[in-house]
Nanobody, 124 residues
């Protein structure tokens, strides 16, 4: 079982930056691929970024490519999402997700473990 706790959200002006962090419990963090998803009001939860077990592979939604960077530190059991050049359209609740073998990197159905979510609001 993996418990995920997000931190680092908040309110920022357009063009600003935020760094989200996902802290995990347990000693087997390196066995889990990690992902970030987001859900805006009235919309489906959508893929943002994902990273493989050792960080060697990363994946991004087209909407965030070049602005967001996902990373992980297996020694600290954390996975981070650096968000730059934020836009009002990035406003959403952001969720950290984990799975040992994601059936898909890009859809929420691929991940079995989820954090509670954290609010990110970008003002124009």
């Amino acid at each position: 079982q993996v418990q995920l706790i997000e931190s680092g959200g908040g309110l920022v002006q357009a063009g600003g930056s935020l760094r989200l962090s996902c802290a995990t419990s347990g000693r087997t963090f390196s066995r889990y691929a990690m992902g970030w998803f987001r859900q805006a009001p009235g919309k489906e939860r959508e893929f943002v970024a994902a990273i493989s077990w050792n960080g060697g592979s990363t994946y991004y939604a087209d909407s965030v490519k070049g602005r967001f960077t996902i990373s992980r530190d297996n020694s600290k059991n954390t996975a981070d999402l650096q968000m730059n050049s934020l836009e009002p359209e990035d406003t959403a609740i952001y969720y950290c997700a984990a799975d040992q073998w994601p059936s898909t990197w890009f859809y929420k159905s691929g991940y079995n473990y989820w954090g509670q979510g954290i609010q990110v609001t970008v003002s124009s």
